[in-house]
Each structure stands twice: as C-alpha cells, then as structure tokens.
C-alpha cells in the first residue's frame, strides 16, 4: 500500500526548532512545498548524530520545492532503499534554500530513474549532493549552487551509476570533486573550486567511465593536480592527454 497524493504547503510544516515534513516511505506524488524546516543540528560542533532530518520521503512522483531548511543531519533524504516499493524516481528537488546539513544536503540514494535535483541552493553543507548510489539513472544535478562544503559536492558511492552532472558552481574546503566510486557519470559545463584538502588535489575520485570537460577549475596545491583511478597528474593537460578529458577546461581562481 501507497501514502498517495499530498499535498504539504506553507503553513503545514513545524517552524520550530525540532521541526520536521516525514512523510515516510513507500509514497507516491507528493507535492512538499514553500515550507520553513528548521533543526537542532549544530553545523559547527554536532556531526555525530543521526537523528535530525528535514524533508524525508521516498517513492515516486514527488515535487519539493522552495523550502528553506536548516541545521539538520539531511535537509532533504529520499530516505529509501533496494527494496523501497515504488522505486524512488520520476521527482523534482528544484529551488530549495539548504543551510547547515551536517551530512548531506540533499540525499538521494537508491533511486533509480528521472531523479531531477536542479538550482537548489546549498550553504555549509559536509556533501552537498548524495546519490549513493543511482541504480542507471539517470540522476541529473543541475544548475545548483554551493557554498562551503566540507567534503564533496557530489557523493557517488557505492558503484552509483548514471548520474549526470552539469552547470553546477561549488566552492569547497577540501578538494573540489573528491571521493566517489561510479560508473558512466558525465560531468559538465561546472565551475569547480577548491583547497588542497587533505590529499591536496583537485580532483580525486575512482569512477569509469566517465565524461568529464568544460569545466573551471584552480590549482589548489603544489602537488599533482588530479588523482583519477589511481593515477597522479601534475597537470591538467596531462589528464588531457592520458585521458582525453577535460579538453575544454578553463584555469580559474577564487578572484
């Protein structure tokens, strides 16, 4: 059985801290709209919990959109599974203003299809954009934008497949794209800055195959630029060259 057809608009959600729009999963065509979620999550101090979530739901047909959220572990989960029935897809995650996500931003893992994530607007969020993984795709992740991520503005774990990444700006604390395990992921058209991180790179990520070009990036370090599948590039055109990637990147920086 469904929680069908809802529709949560401004007033409905709770505006105190503490405040939550759970409609859970297994649900189709919900409408989650112009609402204020605020949390109790600390962004500064409170990474270790969690039990603080701001817009959860799974399934399909869904629209969330111009909510603010704030101070939560996620501000929005999809929060299904392998198993979540319907299969979590065909939804918007469109015009949303997230603060302070401890964990993610927007969390969209085990969906399946037409996951459309497109300009949002992400401030201090630890992974801006999760899917974790897309079980084919597409995924897309558009025109958003994000402020100070912690640790990656795109999480691709857990052999994610099919997202597609575009026109996306980030500005991050640590290595612009770092981290994921995917396959057949296009990047494009992104402007993507970062610090040396950890590790000191660019770009440091394990995913094939992979398209990625037109796209802004700095130097963050003066060690290799980019670690891909395990191999360390000094340069940008020697990524080019090894890979055939990035023929049309632009060297920018913070100014």
Not at 72 to 100: A, F, V
Request: charged share 20%; net charge negative.
């Amino acid at each position: 059985s469904f929680t069908t057809s809802g529709i949560i608009g401004q007033g409905k959600a709770q505006r105190e801290r503490g405040g939550k729009v759970e409609v859970g999963r297994n649900s189709k065509n919900w409408f989650v709209v112009d609402n204020t979620v605020m949390g109790n999550k600390s962004w500064a101090k409170d990474r270790g919990s969690r039990t603080a979530f701001g817009i959860g739901l799974s399934g399909s047909g869904h629209v969330i959109a111009w909510n603010r959220v704030e101070d939560m572990w996620d501000c929005i989960s999809l929060s299904g599974s392998h198993d979540t029935e319907p299969g979590t897809g065909s939804l918007d995650i469109c015009y949303n203003d997230l603060r302070q996500g401890s964990d993610d931003g927007v969390e969209a893992d085990y969906v399946f299809h037409n996951v459309r994530i497109y300009r949002n607007q992400l401030t201090n969020t630890f992974s801006s954009l999760s899917s974790q993984p897309t079980y084919g795709g597409p995924t897309y992740m558009l025109f958003n934008a994000m402020q100070n991520t912690g640790n990656k503005p795109f999480k691709l774990h857990v052999n994610s497949t099919g997202t597609i990444i575009a026109h996306n700006t980030c500005t991050s604390s640590r290595e612009a794209c770092y981290g994921s395990s995917a396959h057949d992921a296009t990047f494009a058209n992104n402007l993507l800055l970062g610090t040396g991180g950890e590790q000191g790179y660019w770009h440091s990520t394990q995913m094939d195959p992979m398209v990625m070009d037109y796209t802004g990036y700095n130097v963050a370090a003066s060690t290799a630029l980019i670690k891909h599948n395990n191999v360390r590039y000094n340069t940008m055109k020697e990524f080019t060259e090894h890979t055939g990637q990035m023929k049309h990147a632009v060297l920018v920086d913070w100014d």
